[in-house]
């Protein structure tokens, strides 16, 4: 199984980035998927979770409205748009798979969220 992340970086606040991961070794299709993200002292946290086909979505509390979670089943791809920034969200975004009693975690991409 292997995670790959990408579409990080620094924007002002307001402003909006899409992370992506890439997903291979597994059947990609058939497990639900997760962004989770971990800011500087604080503990890992779930941000969102897409159903194995799309048809069900949750989100923290702290990004409903402005980030949405995706998929492209041919693509093998997960991904993530977030809108109307803040400083607040800055964090090492990460992608995440559970499958067969089994965690596994990409490499992370950094969101830096600052004027």
């Known amino acids: 199984v292997q995670l790959v992340e990408s579409g990080g970086g620094l924007v002002h606040p307001g402003g909006s980035l899409r992370l992506s991961c890439a997903a291979s070794?597994?059947?990609?299709?058939?497990?639900?998927m997760s962004w989770y993200r971990q800011a500087p002292g604080k503990e890992r946290e779930l941000v969102a979770t897409?159903?194995?086909?799309?048809?069900?979505?949750n989100y923290a509390d702290s990004v409903k409205g402005r980030f949405t979670i995706s998929r492209d089943n041919a693509k093998n791809t997960v991904y993530l748009q977030m809108n109307s920034l803040k400083p607040e969200d800055t964090a090492v975004y990460y992608c995440?798979?559970?499958?067969?009693?089994?965690?596994?975690w990409g490499q992370g991409t950094q969101v830096t969220v600052s004027s």
């Open positions: 070794g597994f059947t990609f299709s058939s497990y639900a």
């Open positions: 995440f798979v559970k499958r067969a009693s089994q965690y596994y």
């Open positions: 897409i159903t194995s086909h799309g048809g069900i979505t």
